[in-house]
């Protein structure tokens, strides 16, 4: 199958700092990346869905202006938490789909604290 | 939107057992995907299965789309088989996934 990463796995911050996570599809094209937020013992929660040189569309509840999304090749996708507050505190992970796959495939996370 | 229930929330199980998990859904997919996400977090792609079985290994899965269902089968497990195990579908009419709950399996050895 098709990979995912995403960088940096693991992050802490002050609040009030702004913290920037990166999502690259390594062997193949990404035409739409997702960004999902998990909290512990729950499932996935879609944030906001990109397609590549067009804005991002938030899920209902989702600050655009808070969580920056930018989509700007077929292989890399950013995901910036302007203002971090301490319950912008999660797990944080990336999918991508495209090329010859119509599944989806998903990025190692990255886990967000906030002081 | 759609609906996805999956079952058993919890399961614990010796290890050499055999399992089954369910995933049932509320309207047409025409994407259904299985993972298991380790302890650390990674979604480890199981099946795509919109429809039918697939085996690879000890696993298998099965779809059947018109009664809006799918099952994952653990044979033989390993304590390694631990972790949570999400269904995830697409509905025809859509552009995401939608995730059930997961399943917490633990393997005792």
């Known amino acids: 199958g098709a990979v995912v990463s995403q960088h940096p796995s693991r992050v802490i911050c002050k609040s009030g700092t702004s913290v920037k996570i990166e999502c690259r599809s390594l062997?193949?094209?990404?035409?739409?990346m997702f960004w999902y937020r998990q909290f512990p013992k729950q499932s996935l929660m879609l944030m906001a869905t990109s397609n590549e040189g067009s804005k991002a569309t938030y899920e209902q509840g989702v600050e655009k202006d808070k969580f920056l999304i930018n989509h700007a090749s077929l292989t890399l996708s950013t995901l910036t938490v302007t203002s971090a507050h301490p319950e912008d505190s999660s797990f944080y992970i990336c999918?991508?789909?495209?090329?010859?796959?119509?599944?989806?495939?998903f990025g190692p996370g990255t886990r967000l604290t906030v002081l | 939107g759609i609906q996805v229930e999956q079952s058993p929330p919890d399961l614990i199980l010796q290890e050499g057992a055999n399992s089954t998990l369910r995933c049932n859904f509320s309207d047409s997919v025409n994407n259904l995907q299985w993972f298991h996400q380790n302890p650390w977090g990674q979604l480890i792609n199981l099946f795509y299965i919109p429809s039918g079985t697939k085996q690879n290994g000890r696993l298998s899965a099965t779809t059947v789309a018109t009664e809006r269902y799918s099952l994952l089968y653990i044979s033989s497990s390993q304590t390694t088989d631990s972790g949570v195990y999400f269904c995830a579908v697409k509905e025809t009419s859509g552009s995401r996934l939608t995730f059930g709950e997961g399943t917490q399996l633990t393997v005792n050895p």
């Open positions: 062997d193949f094209q990404a035409t739409t």
């Open positions: 999918s991508a789909r495209g090329g010859r796959y119509n599944e989806q495939f």
